[in-house]
């Protein structure tokens, strides 16, 4: 209620401000907009159609780019549910406990977000690399995690591991943990107590927080770049297909491919733009409570 | 169902909430557990329903202890003081959460359970409210609910953490003589925490009054008011007016005392400084020689009163 109301009086204290300098602002925004999104997107549209349709879309279809779609997506679809069960645990683990090494935590579900990614695929590849701390024994095992599918979805993971976690943490610190004590007291077991109430209070958090994570860990560059060898057909993800096409300077080909993760983005970014209005719609029935 | 505590105590690290704390609560007993806020009474409520492990002692029910069960096993009802209603969830369904999560076999039937809903929804009489959800109910309804929503599992022990406290003033009056009504027809067991003496008193058979981590006093609302066992006790029940005389001081409540115009007998002088209407009372604040402290009198009106005015000169003496 509060927050309502002081949004409210900030406006209303912007629009007595001087017209000229709304404006002014306004377009500023506008501008800064259409040079540094709009217009980088439109050229990788039009560098991708330069040729035509035809061209277009055999760039898409060719094999190494399908196999690079479904790299993508099978990394995705491992690295996104992972990222989901840990960041609930975490969630619940922050919000709803008080431990010693609790603010460590928080700080280290932060880790991504600091270092680079670069960084984090290097980590990997001194880890589990042939000359890495656990090279030897992996390699009398057989087995592959570098230059392999392990290690795409490995360096995903690290990646976005804060997204889901961030989302919850304040969204259920908020909430408190009344409301589950209530349903144990009512004699519901701690998995009832989590699906009855639990999920449906924290639903269009999570669905923001994967949203955001599915966005990050299919644009992921860096990381997977150093983990995956780039072994055209093998371990080639989207990014870094559109990086070789445009290495060899088959620049249609790889703005091709390029708005074909354009177009993933935008159905992602109506997702979120849905889930977040939901959970807005939520807290502010709560901060009427 | 009686309530035996023994020596239970609670630290929070270095914080001592609660400090070997004995209460027998009997069958069908409403007691009251009042103190100012951090004298631990929300800690011993939450022991007592499985929410909080104390660190020592025990606690019986009927004869069983229950210490180390579970919540979930430990059939109390339980009413939050924002009443934690499951906000996703319409007033039916939350009054029917408890009798649907009920293992398979112990579950009511679906028609079972909306008969038995819609009866404890009759008994909070908010039956035309069972499609709605909790933000849209107002705190009095929404506070009905959780009780109803606490009643639906047949608990043996009905515990109330400050029950009224997110209420305004009026419909706190209303749903406090509600509740106590309600007691004499469940005739359940019943723990209810407050800060609020006044409601302790209008509510419960028995008082526990509550400071720092320890019982100060247990005992019926007239026992606790009129012999208080101590200083903390005799403050907290009420107002208070402190005299300072010749060998020490005399505590005397606002209505313990006797006002004329005129000196001698051992009256006391002061200085009226203040006149407020009370409906029936009148309280007159004296300002009294030798001490800061102003001393408060709550008298019915009559003649002296008719034309008494700031500044008068008053002589009155306590009645203890």
């Known amino acids: ?31 800064a907009f ?3 999104l709009l217009l980088p997107l439109l050229v990788v549209l039009s560098e991708a159609l330069k040729l035509g349709l035809g061209t277009f879309f055999s760039a898409l279809l060719e094999a190494d780019a399908i196999s690079a779609l479904k790299l993508t997506l099978l990394a995705v679809g491992i690295s996104v549910p992972l990222n989901l069960v840990f960041g609930v645990a975490a969630a619940w683990c922050v919000s709803k406990y008080e431990f010693r090494g609790k603010s460590i935590l928080v700080t280290l579900i932060d880790l991504p977000f600091s270092v680079s990614p670069v960084i984090a695929g290097l980590i990997y590849v001194l880890l ?33 591991v804060p997204f889901v976690a961030r989302e919850l943490i304040p969204l259920m610190q908020e909430q408190g943990s009344q409301e589950e004590e209530a349903a144990r007291l009512l004699g519901a077991s701690g998995w009832q107590m989590f699906w009855h109430v639990t999920l449906p209070n924290i639903k269009w958090g999570l669905i923001y927080g994967v949203v955001l994570c599915t966005a990050r860990a299919m644009g ?33 080909a790889a703005f091709s491919v390029a708005s074909l993760l354009l ?25 009427e409570e | ?87 996703h969830m319409t007033v039916f369904d939350n009054v029917a959460f408890g009798l649907r ?62 029950p009224f406290g997110a209420l305004d003033a009026k419909v706190r009056k209303e749903l406090r003589r509600w509740l106590a009504r309600l007691h004499d027809e469940v005739h359940l067991t019943s723990v209810f925490v407050t800060h609020d003496q006044e409601e302790a008193m209008e509510v419960a058979d028995r008082i526990v009054v509550m400071n720092k981590g320890v019982i100060e006093q247990i005992g019926s609302p007239s026992e606790v008011y009129e012999n208080p066992a101590s200083d903390f006790v005799y403050h907290f029940l009420g107002d208070a007016n402190r005299l300072r005389v010749d060998e020490g001081e005399v505590l005397f409540r606002p209505h313990e005392i006797a006002l004329s115009r005129e000196a001698g007998g051992g009256r006391h002088s002061g200085r009226v400084r203040d006149i407020r209407p009370l409906g029936a009372l009148v309280r007159i604040t004296l300002e009294v020689e030798g001490q800061d402290e102003l001393v408060e009198a709550e008298v019915v009106r009559d003649q002296l009163l008719a034309d008494l005015s700031r500044g008068d000169q008053l002589y009155f003496s306590p009645r203890c």
């Open chain 1, 1 to 31: 209620m509060t927050s309502t109301t002081l949004t409210a009086g900030d406006i209303s204290a912007a629009r007595r401000g001087s017209p000229a300098g709304r404006i002014l602002l306004i377009l500023g925004a506008y501008l």
């Open chain 1, 128 to 160: 589990f690399g042939a000359q890495g701390f656990f090279g030897e024994v992996l390699e009398k095992y057989d087995i592959q995690i570098i230059f392999a599918l392990p290690g795409i979805v490995l360096a995903t993971i690290f990646v976005t």
């Open chain 2, 1 to 87: 169902m009686s309530i035996e505590i023994s020596n239970v105590s609670k630290r929070f690290n270095a914080f001592k909430a609660l400090d070997q704390i004995n209460l027998h609560i009997n069958s069908g007993e409403l007691v009251a557990l009042l103190g100012p806020s951090g004298c631990g009474k929300t800690t011993l409520l939450r022991i007592i329903a499985g929410l909080e492990t104390p660190d020592s002692g025990n606690i019986v029910f009927h004869g069983e202890d229950v210490s180390r069960r579970d919540v979930r096993d430990r059939n109390v009802g339980f009413v939050f003081q924002h009443y934690a209603l499951f906000r």
């Open chain 1, 220 to 252: 992921e560059f860096g990381a997977v770049s150093v983990v995956s060898g780039h072994i055209r057909g093998y371990t080639n993800t989207l990014p870094l297909h559109v990086e070789i096409l445009y290495n060899e300077y088959n620049h249609v």
């Open chain 1, 34 to 36: 259409a040079l540094f």
């Open chain 1, 263 to 287: 177009g993933l983005a935008l159905i992602i970014l109506l997702l979120k733009q849905w889930s977040e209005s939901r959970i807005n719609r939520l807290r502010h029935t709560a901060e």
């Open chain 2, 101 to 162: 999560m009920k293992p398979q076999g112990q579950r009511p039937s679906e028609a079972e359970i909306d008969r038995r809903v819609h009866e404890l929804l009759g008994m909070v009489q908010l039956d035309w409210l069972a499609d709605r959800y909790p933000e849209q109910l107002s705190g009095g309804q929404r506070q009905r609910i959780a009780l109803a929503r606490a009643l639906a599992v047949q608990p043996k022990v009905l515990l109330l953490d400050e």
